[in-house]
C-alpha cells in the first residue's frame, strides 16, 4: 500500500517522528509539492492514500488519480479538497479536528498581551541603551493597559472561542459572544451571548474565532469597524479572509481601531502587496497560533488514527460535505 505525504515539512520540520505512519504502508514525504495539477497528480502517482496540509486537490486533479481511495487532511479546514469530486469518486476524505484549540487561544492571548504591553518594543529599547540613558526608574514608550474590567468581544463560540473565553475571564475580563449558535448554558455573570451590533458597540477588544462562510467573509470591514468604540483592538487567529485588510488598514491609520494582532492574512504565503505590510500599529504573525510541538504531535496522531481506523473499515472524522 502506497501512501504519499504531499506537504510534510509544515506539520513536521523534523522534530516529530513519521515512525508510526510509516509501519501502515510505504510512505514517501514531500516537504513541499507545487501546486499545479499536473505536478501534484505525478507526485501521487499510483498511491491510493495521500496526506495533504495546504496542497489543493482539485476535481482534475481528484478524477485523474488512478488509484486513489483514501484523502487525509492535515489540518481542520478541508476547503483545499473538491470533497464533491471526491464522493462522487468513493474517496474517503478525513480531516483533524479540535487539535489545537489550547494553543490557539494561547496565541489569542500572547497578541493580546503584546498590544496591551508591547513587551518586545520595550525589550528592544532597553537593549538599545535607551534604559541605561533615560535616567528615570522606569519609562514606557507606548500607553500600557490593564485588562480587569475590559469588554472583550469574541466573535464564533465553537471550541477555540470557548477556550480563548475563559482565559479572557481568568484576566479579569468581561466576555460577550456572537455565535450563529447560542448556548444559554454557557452563559455566566462574566459570559454573555449578544448580537453582531452590540458585540460591535460595546467590546473594548475583538477577537476573531469563527469558520469563513459567506456570511463572515470580510466582516471586519468599514461599515462594522464604523460600530465599533474608538480606539478598539482586533484579534485574528482564525481566517485572514474575515478582514477586508484594506478597510482595517485605513482604519488602524485613523486611529478608529488602535491597533490590530493577526496572524493569518487573506493570502497565505503573505504577499509583499499585502496593504498592512508596514501599518506599525498592526502585528503580524506567520500562522503560527497552531504550530507548538504538543498540538502538532496531537495532529499527526490523529491523523495516523484516523488512517487506521478507514484501514479498518470504520472511518471516523470523515469530511462530510
Known amino acids: 500500500m502506497k501512501i504519499v505525504v504531499l506537504d510534510g515539512y509544515t506539520l513536521n520540520p523534523g522534530d516529530l517522528s513519521w515512525g508510526s505512519m510509516k509501519k501502515l504502508g510505504?510512505?514517501?514525504?514531500?516537504?513541499?509539492t507545487p501546486v499545479d495539477p499536473e505536478t501534484v497528480l505525478k507526485t501521487i502517482g499510483d498511491a491510493s492514500i495521500i496526506f495533504t496540509n495546504k496542497t489543493p486537490l482539485p476535481k482534475e486533479v481528484i478524477n485523474n488519480a488512478p488509484n486513489l481511495k483514501y484523502i487525509g487532511v492535515l489540518a481542520t479546514g478541508y476547503n483545499v479538497v473538491d470533497i464533491a469530486a471526491a464522493k462522487n469518486k468513493g474517496i474517503t476524505v478525513t480531516n483533524i479536528p479540535a487539535y489545537s484549540t489550547t494553543s490557539v487561544a494561547q496565541m489569542t492571548m500572547a497578541l493580546l498581551l503584546e498590544m496591551c504591553h508591547n513587551t518586545g518594543l520595550h525589550s528592544t529599547a532597553v537593549h538599545n541603551g535607551e534604559w541605561a540613558r533615560n535616567g528615570n526608574f522606569s519609562f514606557w514608550k507606548t500607553p500600557l493597559i490593564e485588562l480587569a474590567g475590559k469588554t472583550f468581544g469574541i466573535i464564533g463560540f465553537g471550541t477555540i472561542g470557548q477556550a480563548t473565553a475563559k482565559l479572557a475571564q481568568a484576566f479579569g475580563m468581561q466576555v460577550?459572544?456572537?455565535?450563529?449558535?447560542?448556548?444559554?448554558?454557557?452563559e455566566t455573570s462574566t459570559c454573555k451571548f449578544v448580537s453582531l451590533d452590540v458585540l460591535l458597540k460595546e467590546s473594548d477588544f475583538?477577537?476573531?474565532?469563527?469558520?469563513?462562510?459567506?456570511?463572515?467573509?470580510?466582516?471586519?470591514?468599514?461599515?462594522?469597524?464604523?460600530?465599533?468604540?474608538?480606539?478598539?483592538?482586533?484579534?485574528?487567529?482564525?481566517?485572514?479572509q474575515l478582514v477586508n485588510e484594506k478597510d482595517l488598514k485605513t482604519a488602524l491609520e485613523s486611529g478608529k481601531v488602535s491597533g490590530a494582532a493577526l496572524?493569518?492574512?487573506?493570502?497565505?504565503?503573505?504577499l509583499s502587496t499585502n496593504p498592512l505590510l508596514g501599518v506599525k500599529n498592526c502585528i503580524i504573525t506567520p500562522h503560527i497560533a497552531w504550530a507548538p510541538k504538543e498540538s502538532r504531535a496531537r495532529l499527526l496522531q490523529?491523523?495516523?488514527?484516523?488512517?487506521?481506523?478507514?484501514?479498518?473499515?470504520?472511518?471516523?472524522?470523515?469530511?462530510?460535505?
Open 263 to 270: 496572524d493569518v492574512v487573506s493570502e497565505e504565503p503573505m
Open 206 to 240: 475583538i477577537s476573531l474565532h469563527c469558520p469563513l462562510f459567506p456570511e463572515t467573509k470580510g466582516i471586519i470591514n468599514t461599515n462594522n469597524i464604523s460600530k465599533m468604540k474608538d480606539g478598539v483592538k482586533i484579534i485574528n487567529t482564525s481566517r485572514g
Open 302 to 321: 490523529t491523523a495516523i488514527h484516523n488512517l487506521e481506523a478507514y484501514l479498518n473499515n470504520k472511518p471516523v472524522n470523515v469530511v462530510k460535505s
Open 176 to 186: 460577550i459572544t456572537y455565535s450563529r449558535t447560542k448556548k444559554p448554558e454557557l
Open 26 to 32: 510505504n510512505v514517501t514525504i514531500h516537504d513541499r
